[in-house]
């Protein structure tokens, strides 16, 4: 879908474990955000980033969430201890690095949590 | 707050008629819109966009139209095929606000054969 690239599609933990969702941009794209969708909701942002660089970190729970973008590698979305209210779709878009104007975001495919 | 809202969760439409998805926002603020298509188990697809400088953009069977005095848009598709049957998302970003989306809810549409 559109070239950015999530993994795993699924991830399933019990209460209390680690979760590392993994996402490589398009090629050429230098702008990395993050959502989460809850069933029957829309998306929610998360997370803005750039590589080596959180530019907008708005929308991330203040504790057990955190965020990568290494110089090196995927953007990572870490949630520590998960809980029961964790469980959602987990998506990844990127855009290009902009000179100006209005870039659109593309999305990958999204990593589906399940907290057992 | 939900500052993007999509009031209908669904819509059904015949093949070859006109679908019309609604959008309404609240933040004066926003001045890019998307329109977005989702497929189950995929990730949402960018269809058109629109600056707040214009009032419409088409692209193919796609037409968006903006009235920001309403703070209102809608998705034109015509003719609707039956490929077009998903969930589709409005969103609205800032300028300013280092491009994040804010979503609507989405409206599933079904087009009949």
């Known amino acids: 879908n559109a070239g950015v690239m999530q993994n795993p599609r699924h991830l399933v933990r019990r209460r209390g474990q680690e979760a590392r969702l993994r996402c490589s941009p398009m090629k050429g794209h230098s702008h990395v955000y993050w959502y989460r969708q809850l069933p029957e909701e829309g998306l929610k942002f998360m997370v803005y980033l750039q590589k080596e660089n959180i530019i907008d970190e708005s929308g991330m729970p203040k504790e057990r969430f955190s965020a990568e973008f290494p110089k090196e590698g995927p953007s990572i979305l870490r949630i520590q201890q998960v809980v029961r209210g964790d469980s959602a779709a987990y998506f990844c878009?990127?855009?290009?690095?902009?000179?100006?104007?209005?870039?659109?975001?593309?999305f990958g495919d999204g990593t589906r949590l399940s907290i057992l | 707050d939900q500052q993007v809202k999509q009031n209908s969760p669904s819509l059904s439409v015949q093949e070859g008629r006109i679908s019309i998805l609604n959008c309404d926002y609240t933040n004066s603020m926003f001045d890019y819109f998307l329109w977005y298509k989702k497929y189950p188990a995929e990730g949402p697809t960018f269809l058109i966009s629109i600056s707040s400088i214009k009032d419409k953009n088409e692209d193919g069977r796609f037409t968006v139209f903006l009235n920001k005095s309403a703070k209102h848009l809608s998705l034109h598709i015509v003719p609707s095929q039956p490929g077009d049957s998903a969930v589709y998302f409005c969103?609205?970003?800032?300028?300013?606000?280092?491009?994040?989306?804010?979503f609507g809810s989405g409206t599933q549409l079904t087009v009949l054969p």
């Open positions: 878009a990127s855009s290009p690095r902009t000179g100006g104007g209005n870039q659109p975001q593309h």
């Open positions: 969103a609205a970003a800032t300028s300013g606000s280092a491009r994040q989306l804010t």
